[in-house]
């Protein structure tokens, strides 16, 4: 019951707290981590913070009154857990079998949040909905960043006007929080947009690389591969080339042996060992030679002795790759796991930002504080003492810097730190303590001697002072004691003789020379080096040599010989093309290049390669199986890479999402479908005759490029006299393929795009005859276009496809639902014997008759235009018809179609209420030809002005709503008209209708 009460007083309490908090404003912040969040919380606060929970466990909320801008706020922390959102592809290219990996290059990709993250976004939603404000505290580099934009865009998306800033800091300190809250800046879009032209190319070249590699080689080796995944990563396979060209170096060297002339000098218990200035010779007979002179003469002369002093410099100050570097060499940690500590001591407040390129203290770094804060350590407080005692820290400067962060150091002590975290905190304060001191000295003696006119030298050395070494006890330096010489002494060698050795291979490479490599080409970051390592130790691609050295698999082996002999011209498993990208990035972070400009340009560069490694992976297939000794299978090209029913044919007019061929999961077929599923539901629909389908590469010149043509296999073939199978568009510029497979034009093209059909370029009405008109309009057919209402009928009009050429009526009578697109009649279209005022432009005005002037074939020759210039309407005068011009009523003669060619009477053979009429088309093979159409028991006409035109409006708008023609749809009821207009019917419904 005690508990019960508090409960409800506590609720009270917060219920009163929370109320009383938003009098003031309320700012959402959030870190990257829960530990970060914690730790900048208590800091703001001084330890007055009132946590609760959030959806996530793991992410809590820190409440407590801040300052912010000099105002009293209301502070709200929370955390993500890293990326909140990641790019993925659609649902329909995530089947590997669906789809060639060659799509995955132009697949549409969306930014989600991942299921594990779903609780941290919703808290987000919720707790921004009674903020004004968002202040990011994520780390501040690039994927920071970038993690900070993710949150923007969750916040944004519930709350548009929200007030942003970005607090920038490079350790979780007192001074450092609280500099980065009164400095408050916006965030760095160019930082988040090169992050995310990274992760999509990263998605889009490892998906499409991993797809073709795994899918071909599991099939191809069965035995040896069938259930690995042999995944790709643009970083992965240079640093795996790394590896490999050290091995083939070792496994293609050839020991040489080589002699040279040992010589040394004994007194009492000392010997000074000398060395020949020659070192060593190839040639064993000229060093026998030689040997041979001196043993004849072979005392000693010493021609000079030379002392100076000599230093061993202190360590420059610490970055990331130097960190990753000395944890794999001098404190048996893997680069990952030693990333990986670093944060967590980042997050705990021990030291400052571990990813960073700099290696020079700034100056407002107060660095006699951080000495201070050492001196109480058993270990190494002495030596922070005698720092402060020799005149206080002076450190060696390095070279770099990235502007953003200091090098890493400590900024709290602890004592209370155990195993690998105590090993990595020692690291970082010892190296901190020696690079603020002084260098080691000591004193060298250099003895130049003479036998036999071959030189010969000793070196000896004395430490004077070890300085920073007494504390850096990763390094050693060590005295070289040899005897006292004078300038003019002789003496007998206690030993001259010739030795024989053979040169060695180089080393395999250890984690630490990798790392280097990666950075000396560029490939990675100081962030990522680690992970990119390990990727491809858990793919199997290397392994470890005594723990320490890099061997590469067969496998990877197999795959790094395979694409050099690819013949690329930057292989993939070389850093040049990755390197590249890599400073593409850089310039888009500093505003010198457009990050969409990057993103074509490396999307372009990837698919070249890839279609290029596509074509000659056998050369692949034949690397591996002389690593893996293994025989490669036969297997069906088309079952190597999956299908190809995800190449984009062209984009959707709902939505603007990529359409793909897909096949029906049952029965067999095709359709096409919008990748936008579900959000859009748009499909074509193949009749039965559809065998199969492909899409190709040549682009429709009509619709322009981002229009494929697609390959079909047809039975029956419904285009008799047309090659089969048969490569055509079907972006509605061609009526009869449309006509042909029941395409409606809606679902292929927008209704306001420019389209060059047959429809807009010829006037291609079916004429009726008058006696007939009641049968005819119970079958609601004209000439023209595909289904309509759900009817097959071949030649029904519908108003998604069908243009009427005479604007001056089609725009009023049309409802302001449906949109319209004038267009002009086409040039080669022309008049004969009509009277000049007959002739109107597009905006209903009486034509002018103008004469050609210039130069040329049709110099002299008439045609009629707009008045006012306000339209491109355009006519030819007083020739005979062709082009798209349609023929006169009285022309006896085969009609020209587009292509001035005499057109080919053909019949239609489709099932429906055309078959067996027949119509005009173009000569030239389908897909080839201009896509003229005309039925041949066609009338031709052309639109006069008179007071019938305003009849003909008045009549649409009056048939629309009475409907005269009951059997027909109201919307087409105006195309009716327009087909009778030049008939004495017309008049007669004018009249009616008046």
């Given amino acids: 019951m005690v508990l019960m009460g508090f409960l409800r007083i506590k609720s009270i309490f917060d219920v009163v707290y929370r109320t009383y908090s938003t009098k003031m404003t309320r700012f959402l912040n959030v870190a990257e981590k829960n530990d970060a969040a914690k730790n900048i919380a208590a800091i703001l606060s001084r330890g007055n913070s009132n946590r609760r929970e959030g959806l996530s466990p793991y992410n809590k909320i820190y409440e407590f009154e801040g300052n912010v801008f000099g105002q009293q706020a209301h502070m709200v922390m929370t955390s993500v857990s890293g990326h909140l959102l990641n790019y993925a592809f659609t649902s329909t290219y995530k089947n ?573 077929g095709k359709f096409m479908a919008c990748t936008g599923y579900p959000a859009c539901k748009n499909v074509v629909w193949f009749p039965a005759c559809v065998e199969n389908a492909r899409v190709t590469d040549e682009a429709c010149q009509q619709c322009g490029p981002g229009v494929k043509k697609v390959k079909f296999n047809f039975k029956p073939n419904p285009f008799p006299g047309d090659p089969n199978p048969n490569t055509i568009c079907i972006a509605g510029c061609d009526f009869i393929v449309c006509q042909t497979l029941d395409i409606n034009i809606s679902n292929v093209r927008r209704e306001n795009q420019q389209n060059n059909t047959r429809l807009n370029n010829t006037t291609t009405t079916a004429r009726a005859p008058t006696s007939n008109l009641n049968s005819w309009l119970n079958n609601s057919t004209a000439g023209g276009s595909g289904r309509a209402n759900g009817n097959n009928s071949n030649a029904t009009v519908t108003s998604n496809s069908y243009q009427p050429q005479s604007n001056g009526w089609a725009s009023t009578s049309r409802q302001s639902s449906e949109t319209t697109t004038n267009r002009p009649p086409p040039a080669t279209r022309v008049v004969q014997n009509a009277d000049p005022s007959d002739i109107v432009c597009n905006c209903n005005l009486q034509a002018v008759l103008l004469t050609v002037r210039k130069d040329g074939p049709n110099q002299g020759r008439q045609f009629y235009k707009c008045p006012n210039g306000a339209c491109s309407f355009f006519l030819w005068f007083g020739d005979d018809g062709g082009g798209d011009g349609p023929s006169s009523a009285n022309e006896d003669s085969t009609p020209k179609c587009n292509c001035h060619l005499p057109a080919q009477q053909k019949t239609v053979q489709k099932e429906g209420p055309n078959k067996g009429r027949q119509f005009y088309g173009c000569s030239k093979p389908m897909g080839q030809g201009c896509n003229f159409f005309k039925w041949c028991d066609e009338v031709s006409f052309f639109f006069k002005k008179s007071p019938l035109n305003s009849k003909i409006q008045k009549t649409g708008y009056t048939v629309k709503r009475k409907n005269i023609f009951p059997k027909i749809k109201k919307k087409y009821a105006l195309e009716v008209l327009y087909i009778f207009c030049d008939t004495p019917l017309v008049t007669h419904l004018c009249s009616v209708s008046t």
């Fill in 96 to 668: 590997w079998q669906g789809c060639n990996p060659v799509v995955l290059f132009e697949a549409p990709v969306v930014k989600i949040c991942l299921p594990d993250y779903e609780k941290i976004k919703k808290t987000l939603e919720r707790e921004i909905r009674s903020c004004q404000g968002l202040i990011i505290w994520t780390d501040c580099d690039r994927e920071g960043e970038n993690i900070g934009f993710e949150v923007i865009k969750v916040c944004s998306d519930i709350k548009p006007n929200l007030r942003i800033y970005r607090a920038k800091f490079s350790e979780i300190t007192g001074p450092s929080v609280f500099r980065a809250l009164s400095n408050l800046c916006q965030p760095d879009k160019n930082v988040s947009d090169a992050v995310d032209v990274r992760q999509e190319l990263d998605l889009r070249t490892g998906a499409a690389f991993t797809r073709l590699q795994t899918l071909r080689l599991q099939k191809v080796f069965p035995q040896k591969l069938s259930d690995k995944l042999i995944s790709y990563g643009s970083c992965q396979f240079p640093t795996l080339g790394f590896v490999v060209d050290r091995y083939q170096q070792i496994e293609k060297f050839i020991p040489e042996p080589f002699w040279k002339i040992k010589m040394n000098h004994r007194v009492k218990d000392l010997t000074t060992e000398f060395t020949w200035k020659r070192d060593r010779l190839f040639d064993k007979n000229s060093v026998e030679a030689i040997l041979d002179i001196c043993k004849e003469n072979p005392q000693a002369k010493v021609e000079s002795v030379e002392s100076k002093q000599k230093s061993k410099w202190r360590p420059v100050p610490l970055d990331t790759v130097e960190m990753e570097k000395a944890a794999s060499r001098k404190l048996r940690m893997n680069a990952k796991e030693a990333m990986k500590i670093a944060e967590k001591l980042y997050t705990k407040g021990f030291i400052s930002y571990p990813r960073t390129e700099t290696n020079i203290f700034p100056k407002e770094l107060n660095l006699t504080n951080l000495v201070e804060m050492q001196r109480e350590d058993q270990r190494w407080g002495l030596f922070a003492t005698r720092i402060m005692n020799e005149g206080g820290p002076s450190p060696r400067q390095g070279k770099k810097t990235d502007q953003a962060h200091p090098p890493i150091h400590p900024i709290k002590y602890t004592n209370t730190l155990t195993g690998n975290e105590q090993k990595l905190y020692e690291f970082v304060v010892r190296h901190f303590l020696a690079c603020v001191h002084k260098d080691a000295q000591g004193f060298e003696t250099a003895v130049n001697v003479d036998i036999a006119d071959e030189k010969f030298t000793a070196k000896g050395l004395i430490i004077l002072e070890k300085n920073y070494l007494d504390v850096y006890i990763y390094e050693k330096w060590n005295g070289k004691e040899i005897n006292n010489y004078a300038e003019g002494d002789t003496f007998m060698p206690t030993l001259l003789d010739m030795v024989e050795s053979t040169t060695g291979p180089p080393k395999l490479l250890t984690e630490a020379d990798l790392i280097a490599l990666m950075e000396k080409h560029g490939i990675g970051t100081d962030a990522t080096h680690a992970e990119h390592i390990d990727t491809i130790k858990q793919r199997e691609y290397v392994g470890l040599h005594e723990n320490v050295y890099f061997v590469p698999g067969t496998l990877g082996m197999g795959l790094v010989e395979g694409y050099n002999n690819i013949g690329l011209e930057v292989s993939l498993a070389k850093p040049n093309l990755r390197a590249d990208f890599e400073n593409d990035l850089k310039l888009i972070c500093e505003g010198r290049k457009n990050a969409e400009v990057v993103r074509a340009d490396q999307i372009r560069k990837y698919k070249a390669v890839f279609q290029t490694v596509a074509e000659k992976m056998r050369l692949i297939d034949d690397s591996l199986a002389s690593r893996l000794d293994d025989r490669p299978q036969t297997v069906p090209e088309q079952d190597l890479t999956g299908r190809d029913e995800h190449a984009p044919v062209l984009k959707c007019p709902k939505c603007g999402s990529d359409m793909v061929l897909r096949s029906k999961k049952t029965g067999g």
